[in-house]
């Protein structure tokens, strides 16, 4: 066995997310010697993977387009939408998120971050007092990952990758729906041309979250900030009742690295950990993650160190839940289907239960409330021929591939997508109650031919519209179901994180039971209990909260 070795720096930073880089930036900055310890062989987590959109009331972005918005503003819509505050979303918390988190976007720009404003992506609840129509987000600008030198093959791939284009994760939402409006299709040519050009020169441009990871990778790399690769962590070191230190594994050596300010855990959820998932799950919503998205480092070790030493936990049982279908038809039209016109979904009675155009959070938390998993979409031919099912740019050899309207044969012929001429035959392949599910589609047409929606409310927040179908009058996110043949695919709630962790402190400081901070321990993103509470308020509210805290537990550590 190999001779366990110490190691020792100012700050030890547990994961590589948004949360552990500008923690490290931060702490760096302040005139400490900080460590990423990483487990798996990429840098960023589940920042890197996703959207990257940060979601920050108040950000210098707004200030400096003149968008109105304020502390106040923000405020009042976490009251509106999260509710009275608890612990885990404490009143301190809240206001430290929206006072020092628009400082934390100046503080990144000023050090060479370069974001965009994510123009119309409104709130979530963007109808609630305090909410905003325009949005609150940002995300980082197309950025050469080549300009990170041998670092370049390290940045966790993301989601543009998958989709092998250079989109800004603001323009995503406007791709499916490219022949239905002229801003549609304006913005399809954009980023096809950055995709053509970039490759012309000899780019790779990172987009989403790869963007934000690697501009934030590059700047600490040349600072001279040490970033472990491979580096798992098995267990807290405590020494007269502090936080001193980790033990870990890197490359196959043990070794301790210690923290003399402090040690912040920034390792993600437990998505991917069954037992765990079982152990916490409340019984209205049981899960073994069994759907999840989410990064495959995420399995719960580290969460689970913190709740050894003493930590107290809250929202344990909940989830960012992201209704999609099966993997099979991840890039299929059927997979936003919700958000569009001409198309519903029924719970296992064969009944509507929820806006569909809602927050995925909400839509997901609604599935498991109303018998719903799975649940079916139901879709109509108006739907089969409007949108694309095959994802990506038209090219001169594919273009007839992406055009709407051709949907494969073998999504039929597999029984992935069930078909049928009427409903009462549909219900029966189905399972579900013949005479429930055309009631519950002819109610939804009387009202959709008029654009509304009288029992869920759909397509009446900005946000509905925003993801809708912009050619759709006189509702981009409301139409009839009712051009034969009638169409269904199963729905799960899968999920891309979980949002219950340690209850922190407005600086990031972990609590313990007697609701006291345990020395030298700080925590944020998906393993604290997040200040959004069980609520996703905005696109990018997730890595805006671990990157703020982030920012917050370095600052404190290093007396700042």
Same mark, same amino acid.
Request: net charge neutral; charged share 20%.
């Given at each position: ?222 600072? =001279?900030?040490?970033?472990?690769? #491979? %580096? $798992?962590?098995? +267990?807290? @070191? ?5 936080? /001193? &230190? ?11 690295v210690r923290g003399t300010h ?26 073994? =993650?069994?759907?999840?998205?989410? #990064? %495959? $480092?995420?399995? +719960?070790? @580290? ?5 050894? /030493? &003493? ?12 209704p999609n279908p099966r993997m ?108 429930a599910l055309v009631a519950t ?120």
């Amino acid at each position: 066995m190999a001779e366990q070795r110490d190691e020792s720096f100012d700050f030890v930073i547990v994961g590589s997310g948004g949360g552990g880089l500008v923690a490290a930036l931060a702490a760096h900055e302040a005139g400490l010697k900080p460590v990423i310890l990483e487990k798996q062989p990429y840098v960023g987590g589940s920042t890197g993977m996703s959207g990257g959109v940060v979601w920050m009331p108040d950000n210098p972005l707004m200030r400096r387009d003149r968008v109105p918005d304020s502390y106040e503003d923000g405020l009042a819509y976490f009251d509106a939408v999260v509710g009275e505050p608890d612990q885990g979303s404490s009143l301190a918390r809240r206001e430290a998120f929206l006072r020092q988190g628009p400082e934390m976007v100046a503080f990144l720009e000023r050090r060479g971050v370069e974001f965009v404003r994510c123009e119309g992506y409104s709130d979530y609840y963007s109808d609630r007092k305090g909410g905003s129509d325009r949005g609150r987000s940002i995300e980082g600008v197309p950025w050469d990952g080549r300009r990170l030198g041998e670092w370049h093959a390290k940045i966790i791939p993301g989601m543009a990758k998958g989709m092998g284009l250079a989109v800004k994760t603001n323009e995503v939402r406007s791709l499916p729906t490219w022949t239905r409006s002229f801003r549609s299709l304006r913005t399809t040519v954009r980023v096809g041309a950055r995709t053509y050009v970039s490759r012309w020169r000899g780019q790779d441009l990172f987009t989403n979250g790869m963007s934000l990871v690697g501009q934030l990778t590059k700047i600490l790399v040349e600072a =001279g900030v040490p970033i472990w690769l #491979n %580096a $798992g962590v098995s +267990g807290l @070191v405590v020494e007269g009742g502090r936080i /001193v &230190g980790v033990e870990a594994d890197r490359g196959g050596e043990p070794v301790v690295v210690r923290g003399t300010h402090g040690v912040l855990l920034a390792a993600g959820g437990f998505e991917r950990n069954p037992e765990m998932r079982r152990k916490y799950s409340a019984d209205t919503q049981p899960n073994d =993650g069994q759907w999840t998205m989410a #990064n %495959a $480092g995420n399995t +719960g070790e @580290v969460l689970a160190a913190a709740i050894a /030493v &003493g930590a107290k936990t809250d929202y344990m049982d909940d989830a960012v839940w992201l209704p999609n279908p099966r993997m099979e038809l991840a890039g299929t039209a059927v997979a936003l289907g919700r958000q569009y016109p001409h198309a519903i979904f029924v719970n296992a009675e064969g009944k509507r239960f929820v806006n569909e155009s809602n927050s995925y959070l909400e839509v997901g938390k609604a599935m498991y409330a109303h018998d719903g998993v799975p649940c079916w979409l139901i879709f109509d031919d108006t739907f089969r021929k409007r949108y694309a099912w095959a994802r990506g740019l038209p090219t001169l050899r594919r273009f007839a591939s992406v055009l709407p309207g051709r949907m494969p044969e073998e999504l039929v012929t597999s029984g992935w997508i069930k078909r049928s001429a009427t409903l009462p035959d549909l219900a029966a392949q189905l399972g579900v109650d013949a005479d429930a599910l055309v009631a519950t589609v002819g109610r939804f047409n009387v009202h959709a031919v008029q654009g509304e929606d009288p029992d869920f409310g759909r397509g009446r927040s900005q946000y509905n519209k925003a993801l809708g179908d912009p050619g759709s009058k006189p509702n981009p996110s409301v139409g009839p179901v009712d051009t034969p043949p009638y169409y269904a695919t199963q729905i799960y709630p899968g999920d891309v994180g979980t949002i219950g962790g340690v209850i922190t402190d407005e600086h990031g400081r972990a609590l313990d039971e007697a609701d006291a901070p345990i020395p030298g321990l700080y925590v944020t993103g998906n393993m604290a209990a997040t200040v959004m509470g069980r609520y996703y308020l905005g696109a990018g509210a997730s890595i805006s909260n671990t990157m703020t805290f982030g920012y917050l537990a370095a600052r404190h550590a290093a007396g700042v």
